[in-house]
């Protein structure tokens, strides 16, 4: 998920969505609460599974003992390899890493794209050190638009697609079968099922820096609005969930 880019969609865009390929002020703040939820562990070994373009691993990098970038798409890592040289081009339901390899993870709008949730996260958990740490952005079902776009009639339609996400699953998944999207309650089932324990767990809204681009105003109104709606239950509403979770 991008909402922060005015980039033309890429023929990747339903299957994988799409990776940050500017930096802005919505990049910035997400990377802002990985500093302020890990426990020193951004300094040391780091795996950013589904680096993308590698927009925040190149950023991770400058403070981790070791930046580790990992995607499934290799056109991807041809731009990420720009700024970092630390990379593998792999599923993320097949880690090619040792147990307790890395001190932290991070896991920016991905899950929700693999084959396999349960086993991306279980993998994600093996190769996590007791005590690491693994921050996991995704899509909440609360907000009110599906921002993958949708199929109809087998074509796909790239766009923010209003209350899709609200319909029963049976059409909810008609609409979106290429992407998941998470309630508070699903996500604390899948992590439940792995030696991990939840730190830290909110709901935000977006950075909207491509309404600021074009009309600055209206968009910082927009911006500060919503997220000062993350203080109160509204953040429910949210465009994305954000977990901290801690390998026992």
Not at 113 to 140: I, S
Not at 177 to 203: D, G, I, N, S
Request: proline share 4%; with cysteine.
């Amino acid at each position: 998920m991008n909402d922060n880019t005015n980039t033309p969609h890429s023929d990747k865009a339903a299957q994988r969505g799409e990776p940050s390929y500017v930096w802005r002020a919505g990049q910035q703040r997400r990377l802002d609460m990985l500093r302020q939820w890990s426990n020193g562990q951004l300094r040391g070994a780091v795996l950013e599974d589904g680096c993308g373009v590698g927009q925040y691993l190149e950023r991770l990098s400058k403070e981790a003992e070791l930046a580790v970038g990992m995607d499934i798409e290799f056109e991807r890592l041809l731009e990420a390899k720009q700024k970092n040289p630390n990379l593998v081009c792999g599923a993320g339901e097949y880690l090619p890493f040792e147990r307790g390899r890395f001190d932290a993870i991070l896991s920016n709008e991905v899950i929700e794209h693999v084959a396999d949730d349960h086993e991306a996260v279980a993998e994600m958990a093996r190769v996590l050190r007791v005590g690491g740490r693994m921050f996991v952005f995704c899509p909440n079902r609360g907000y009110p638009f599906e921002t993958h776009g949708v199929y109809r009639k087998g074509q796909y339609h790239f766009g923010n697609k209003l209350f899709v996400n609200y319909l029963p699953d049976f059409w909810r998944d008609k609409l979106a079968p290429h992407v998941r999207v998470y309630t508070t309650r699903k996500l604390r089932a899948l992590f439940e099922c792995q030696p991990l324990r939840a730190v830290y767990h909110t709901v935000i809204f977006g950075g909207y820096d491509n309404i600021i681009q074009r009309r600055p105003a209206l968009g910082k109104f927009l911006r500060a609005v919503l997220q000062f709606l993350e203080k109160t239950p509204l953040r429910a509403l949210g465009l994305s969930q954000f977990w901290v979770l801690e390998k026992g």
